[in-house]
């Protein structure tokens, strides 16, 4: 089993052969173009035809992003979109209005297998967002992309006394405008960005420590302001490291990886990480 980080909540998963691509956003802005990747990708959505399933987590278009898909699409409408049923009938609309035409809706009770020995399940938000989380059950390891599925500690301990998973893929920022938005003084206001961080972080500790997972790399945070926005960069700014260090500090017994674009690993039969490839990364 191999894992490429592309970017953001972008991840390529390969397992017995097979190619699973998650919520691409791949070119351009998104969030009425305000909101960039960085750091930025390395692949283009054509580098992506030959994909055996995507997984779009949820409707906001830094994980169904239309450009991408439509410059995917245009090669394989054909492969199936495996989503969570929120049964909601604007998610299918934005699915089917972008180009994905093979639409596999999954409840939170089915398993699908991608072959005989790997299984995927939907875990939908718990506390009534439309949002979902990843996971994957395979005999060397089970692995949870969280994406923006800012589950309830409870819920994080279902899964984890459930499920046995190895490594998640988790979360570390509060999202949202507040408080770089908004009007207040400077002193104020860097208290409330430095409040806003040590929640996220304090959050993704917690999340990790439920869950029981051994590995975890930090993601859905590789954006940026550009433009008249720019400011903000230095108040909704994310340091993966930051959350390393005050991960380690609380959970020794974690892994965890900081990756960047193309940066990739491999998970072997035994549940170890082998063939990292890992840069330096200051973000």
């Given at each position: 089993?191999?894992?490429?980080?592309?970017?953001?909540?972008?991840?390529?998963?390969?397992?017995?052969?097979?190619?699973?691509?998650?919520?691409?956003?791949?070119?351009?802005?998104?969030?009425?173009?305000?909101?960039?990747?960085?750091?930025?990708?390395?692949?283009?959505?054509?580098?992506?035809?030959?994909?055996?399933?995507?997984?779009?987590?949820?409707?906001?278009?830094?994980?169904?992003?239309?450009?991408?898909?439509?410059?995917?699409?245009?090669?394989?409408?054909?492969?199936?979109?495996?989503?969570?049923?929120?049964?909601?009938?604007?998610?299918?609309?934005?699915?089917?209005?972008?180009?994905?035409?093979?639409?596999?809706?999954?409840?939170?009770?089915?398993?699908?297998?991608?072959?005989?020995?790997?299984?995927?399940?939907?875990?939908?938000?718990?506390?009534?967002?439309?949002?979902?989380?990843?996971?994957?059950?395979?005999?060397?390891?089970?692995?949870?992309?969280?994406?923006?599925?800012?589950?309830?500690?409870?819920?994080?301990?279902?899964?984890?006394?459930?499920?046995?998973?190895?490594?998640?893929?988790?979360?570390?920022?509060?999202?949202?405008?507040?408080?770089?938005?908004?009007?207040?003084?400077?002193?104020?206001?860097?208290?409330?960005?430095?409040?806003?961080?040590?929640?996220?972080?304090?959050?993704?500790?917690?999340?990790?420590?439920?869950?029981?997972?051994?590995?975890?790399?930090?993601?859905?945070?590789?954006?940026?302001?550009?433009?008249?926005?720019?400011?903000?960069?230095?108040?909704?700014?994310?340091?993966?490291?930051?959350?390393?260090?005050?991960?380690?500090?609380?959970?020794?017994?974690?892994?965890?990886?900081?990756m960047g674009p193309n940066d990739n690993?491999?998970?072997?039969?035994?549940?170890?990480?082998?063939?990292?490839?890992?840069?330096?990364?200051?973000?």
């Amino acid at each position: 089993m191999r894992f490429t980080y592309i970017t953001h909540s972008c991840i390529l998963i390969e397992i017995n052969g097979k190619k699973i691509l998650t919520d691409p956003w791949l070119v351009g802005p998104c969030w009425g173009n305000n909101i960039w990747h960085y750091p930025p990708p390395k692949k283009i959505p054509e580098d992506f035809h030959d994909i055996d399933f995507l997984f779009i987590s949820h409707a906001h278009d830094d994980h169904l992003h239309p450009e991408s898909l439509a410059r995917m699409t245009k090669q394989s409408k054909s492969v199936p979109c495996l989503a969570p049923n929120f049964g909601a009938n604007y998610f299918e609309s934005e699915l089917r209005k972008n180009g994905i035409n093979n639409l596999i809706f999954l409840e939170e009770s089915d398993e699908y297998f991608i072959d005989e020995e790997t299984t995927i399940k939907i875990i939908k938000n718990d506390l009534g967002d439309h949002d979902s989380s990843l996971l994957i059950q395979s005999k060397q390891m089970n692995v949870l992309l969280q994406t923006d599925n800012l589950m309830s500690l409870e819920e994080a301990s279902r899964i984890g006394q459930k499920y046995n998973i190895g490594m998640v893929f988790n979360l570390t920022i509060l999202t949202g405008l507040f408080p770089a938005f908004f009007d207040f003084e400077p002193d104020v206001l860097k208290r409330l960005v430095k409040q806003k961080t040590e929640k996220a972080h304090d959050y993704s500790i917690e999340i990790l420590k439920r869950l029981g997972a051994k590995y975890s790399v930090p993601y859905a945070s590789d954006q940026s302001y550009f433009g008249h926005l720019f400011f903000a960069n230095a108040l909704h700014r994310v340091d993966k490291n930051d959350f390393r260090e005050k991960a380690l500090a609380q959970l020794p017994n974690v892994e965890v990886l900081i990756m960047g674009p193309n940066d990739n690993f491999e998970i072997n039969n035994e549940g170890k990480l082998r063939n990292i490839f890992i840069c330096d990364h200051d973000h």
